[in-house]
């Protein structure tokens, strides 16, 4: 089991571009989260998947955020026309059907908008 | 929402516990407590939770008192390697769906 991987790690780009990152969960999770955390702060929440489906979406993801898991097993999440607000750590996780209360956590995706 | 209250900051030495207490006045009956830690540059990382019994794993123990509106996360003999940012959640959700992170406990271990 080698853990929720992210990517990428890092990512800059310039404000008006679209990014895309990627989860991958731990195999056979089928809760998936995405958080996003700035310079001092908690992560706070996005938005969360169980199997395919979203369940919850916060109001922080405007209209330029979608996230996206097709089959239940990967997730995606596009930012679109990004901006220097969008600055921050992307954390994904994932959690079992059972025993769900233990959200495991991915080494997180940093954007810095320029 | 359930609201929790930490110290910015603590200083343990180590070898020694480390008590870090959380308030959580207006939690209700069903809503669990929960802990995570962030370590630098790292994703969060669970340590426990609990209802309303104390509750121990390998990693630490959790004492919530009898009105529930507190709690206590301890680490018996703490190390350098547990310097990190110590979050008490409240899940309002009932399923863990949602956790809602505050600014946490900085929690330094000292030599």
């Known amino acids: 089991d080698t853990g929720v991987s992210q990517d990428p790690r890092h990512k800059i780009t310039k404000r008006g571009q679209n990014v895309t990152f990627r989860c991958d969960p731990i195999?056979?999770?089928?809760?998936l989260y995405w958080y996003r955390q700035t310079l001092g702060q908690g992560p706070e929440f996005l938005t969360y998947?169980?199997?395919?489906?979203?369940?919850?979406k916060s109001r922080l993801l405007s209209d330029r955020f979608s996230a996206e898991r097709p089959k239940g097993s990967f997730s995606t999440l596009e930012i679109q026309r990004t901006e220097q607000g969008d600055s921050a750590m992307y954390l994904c996780?994932?959690?079992?059907?059972?025993?769900?209360?233990?959200?495991?956590f991915g080494p997180g995706t940093r954007l810095t908008v320029t | 929402d359930a609201k929790t209250t930490q110290p910015p900051s603590m200083d343990c030495a180590e070898g020694r516990a480390a008590n870090l207490p959380c308030n959580h006045s207006?939690?209700?009956?069903?809503?669990?407590v929960y802990w995570y830690r962030q370590i630098h540059s790292q994703g969060p990382q669970y340590i426990i939770h609990?209802?309303?019994n104390n509750e121990t794993n390998e990693m630490a123990s959790l004492i919530i008192t009898e009105d529930r509106k507190s709690s206590t996360l301890i680490l018996p003999h703490a190390t350098l390697r547990d310097t990190a940012v110590y979050y008490c959640?409240?899940?309002?959700?009932?399923?863990?769906?949602?956790?809602?992170f505050g600014t946490g406990t900085r929690l330094q271990v000292t030599l």
């Open positions: 996780a994932s959690s079992p059907k059972t025993g769900f209360y233990e959200q495991y």
């Open positions: 609990g209802l309303k």
């Open positions: 959640i409240v899940d309002t959700t009932g399923t863990a769906s949602k956790l809602t």
């Open positions: 998947f169980q199997n395919e489906a979203q369940l919850e």
């Open positions: 207006t939690i209700s009956g069903n809503e669990y």
């Open positions: 195999s056979e999770h089928n809760r």
